[in-house]
């Protein structure tokens, strides 16, 4: 396995984990991997997505080839199951969320660090609730 912080998008870095996993890996393999790291080091250095590889691709000195680990798709994010938000404080936080993570639907028991975010874009969010989301109307949620 290789972790490396990844800029897909400009200015927004994310941490990946690249698995070179025995056998059949599972559907749920980012979720188990997740909650195993999540016990083990702070929620920020938890890799937000697991991309399963058949193998680690090599450089011609043997050296690992960072360039050529391939972007993770929708699928190497760890997601519990959908519910949708509740209310007008989390659908707006959810909303603020998906349009800053470039992600799928939010749901009311998402991770903000589980979908990708870090430090920096928490600040971006705080900000946006503080000018009124996306449409206004976030009067006492911060």
Avoid: N
Wanted: hydrophobic share 45%; glycine share 16%.
């Amino acid at each position: 396995a290789v972790v490396i912080a990844r800029e897909d998008t400009p200015g927004e870095k994310r941490l990946v984990a690249y698995v070179v996993a025995d056998g059949e890996a599972g559907a749920d393999l980012a979720a188990v991997l997740r909650a195993y790291l999540s016990g083990l080091l702070p929620e920020y250095m938890v890799p937000a997505a697991y991309v399963v590889l058949d193998a680690l691709p090599l450089a011609p000195k043997g050296k690992l080839d960072r360039k050529a680990l391939p972007a993770p798709d929708e699928g190497a994010y760890a997601r519990g199951l959908y519910e949708p938000p509740q209310g007008e404080a989390e659908t707006i936080l959810a909303g603020i969320w998906q349009e800053l993570l470039g992600v799928g639907p939010a749901g009311r028991h998402a991770s903000f660090f589980g979908l990708g975010g870090h430090s920096l874009l928490g600040g971006r969010v705080l900000g946006r609730l503080r000018r009124g989301g996306r449409g206004g109307g976030v009067r006492g949620l911060v």
